[in-house]
């Protein structure tokens, strides 16, 4: 099993110009998360998805948008892109399961994607 | 919305030293998790530990869900534990969304 991956890695843009960061796994999980990581502090979740055709708005969604077309997939897009969107994004994954003392829900990220807006 | 707060935010330990981080969390949580992001970036899963203790190795870990705050042990430790480390929760709802401290930033000398 790969686990969570991302492609790229790292990325230069001019402001203004647009890519797509993707996210694939193959844990069959439901749920998939974009964040973003600043200097200094942790995770921020930028849009997540409940499920294949789902997604919604997290924390700091200005800016960015997803699809998630097929299960194993989560694609960030960035439309105009801006040097606030410097970062490193993370994507990350899990399942939930009803367990006897509640639920489980432990998510898993991939390697990241270092991203740089000029 | 829920606060994750972290301390310390910044320890140096020699090599072989023991310590102890903290994790306070403002209201009730389903789940926490503890992460270490080594030096290359990469978020490592060290312990899913909503409530209990659990051991894994040099490391350990303790949530008490009542009084709303967690602990990670680390004993004997060396220079490759160096890194930064994350508490994270999920205050429940049908999202997991996760919340995270801002961190504990760790360096090991030999």
């Known amino acids: 099993n790969a686990g969570v991956t991302q492609t790229p890695k790292f990325r230069v843009l001019k402001t203004g110009q647009s890519m797509t960061l993707l996210c694939a796994q193959d844990?069959?999980?439901?749920?998939m998360y974009w964040y973003r990581q600043d200097p200094g502090m942790g995770l921020r979740l930028i849009h997540y998805?409940?499920?294949?055709?789902?997604?919604a708005k997290g924390e700091v969604p200005d800016g960015y948008n997803v699809s998630r077309l097929k299960k194993q997939n989560f694609l960030l897009g960035l439309e105009s892109a801006a040097p606030s969107q410097t970062s490193v994004y993370f994507c990350a994954s899990s399942y939930s399961a009803l367990i006897r003392r509640g639920s489980y829900n432990e998510q898993f990220f991939g390697p990241g994607t270092r991203l740089t807006v000029l | 919305g829920i606060q994750v707060e972290q301390s310390p935010p910044d320890l140096i330990l020699q090599e072989g030293a023991n310590s102890t981080l903290r994790c306070n969390f403002s209201d009730s949580v389903n789940n926490l998790q503890w992460f270490h992001q080594n030096p290359w970036g990469q978020l490592i899963n060290l312990f899913y530990?909503?409530?209990g203790t659990k051991q894994n190795g040099r490391l350990s870990a303790t949530t008490v869900a009542t009084e709303r705050y967690s602990l990670l042990y680390i004993s004997s430790s060396q220079t490759t534990d160096s890194g930064v480390y994350f508490c994270?929760?999920?205050?429940?709802?049908?999202?997991?969304?996760?919340?995270f401290g801002t961190g504990t930033l760790l360096a090991v000398q030999p």
């Open positions: 530990i909503p409530s």
């Open positions: 844990m069959n999980h439901e749920y």
């Open positions: 998805s409940v499920g294949e055709g789902t997604t």
């Open positions: 994270a929760v999920d205050s429940g709802g049908a999202t997991n969304k996760l919340i």
